[in-house]
T-cell receptor, first 108, second 110 residues
Framework: KNEVEQSPQNLTAQEGEFITINCSYSVGISALHWLQQHPGGGIVSLFMLSSGKKKHGRLIATINIQEKHSSLHITASHPRDSAVYICAVWGNNNDMRFGAGTRLTVKP | KAGVTQTPRYLIKTRGQQVTLSCSPISGHRSVSWYQQTPGQGLQFLFEYFSETQRNKGNFPGRFSGRQFSNSRSEMNVSTLELGDSALYLC?????????FGPGTRLTVL
């Protein structure tokens, strides 16, 4: 079993829909990252969380340390949100472990 | 502020050769970390450098090595290339745990 599990693997939505991507992890962490990767490979760090909730524009990320679970929400989704979203945890040993990613397609 | 730069962007090598990839972090960032991304294994952590010292290392064979210079620029080296080393190699720089990723170097081993 992977130490970082994401669901769903693939997600197709219509423009305007509310989207949730989930991440569960089994190791102790000091921080969790949500990354966005567009075709072509470039990765953008969306959020770094160690507790609670963060919001940036239409994106919201939450983390529950006790339940070892984080969610990434996208409100009013748009075709430009189509990308792979990757959950990554910063372990207590200062190493980083990654989920397999969620491929999001938003159709107009 | 200039972003993280990686050179070269694309590289084709043959089995048995060695390769050196370069990463220039954002000015002022002292930490550089390296990652390998393949379709089969996804993203995997290679190593992290801080102030010229390797701070952590992922689970990769000794053929993968790296170093960091006094200006925080970092290089990673892969010796005796194997077909399975074909991947996108990403570096990221950070001032704290927040990371800024470079565009990556796509290495193809033939």
């Amino acid at each position: 079993k992977n130490e970082v599990e994401q669901s769903p693997q693939n997600l197709t939505a219509q423009e305007g829909e509310f989207i949730t991507i989930n991440c569960s992890y089994s190791v102790g962490i000091s921080a969790l990252h949500w990354l966005q990767q567009h075709p072509g490979g470039g990765i953008v760090s969306l959020f770094m969380l160690s507790s609670g909730k963060k919001k940036h524009g239409r994106l919201i990320a939450t983390i529950n340390i006790q339940e070892k679970h984080s969610s990434l929400h996208i409100t009013a989704s748009h075709p430009r949100d189509s990308a792979v979203y990757i959950c990554a945890v910063w372990g207590n040993n200062n190493d980083m472990r990654f989920g397999a990613g969620t491929r999001l397609t938003v159709k107009p | 502020k200039a972003g993280v730069t990686q050179t070269p962007r694309y590289l084709i090598k043959t089995r048995g050769q060695q390769v050196t990839l370069s990463c220039s972090p954002i000015s002022g960032h002292r930490s550089v970390s390296w990652y390998q991304q393949t379709p089969g294994q996804g993203l995997q952590f290679l190593f992290e450098y801080f102030s010229e010292t390797q701070r952590n290392k992922g689970n990769f064979p000794g053929r993968f090595s790296g170093r960091q210079f006094s200006n925080s620029r970092s290089e990673m080296n892969v010796s005796t290339l194997e077909l399975g080393d074909s991947a996108l190699y990403l570096c990221a720089s950070s001032a704290d745990r927040g990371k800024v990723f470079g565009p990556g170097t796509r290495l193809t081993v033939l």
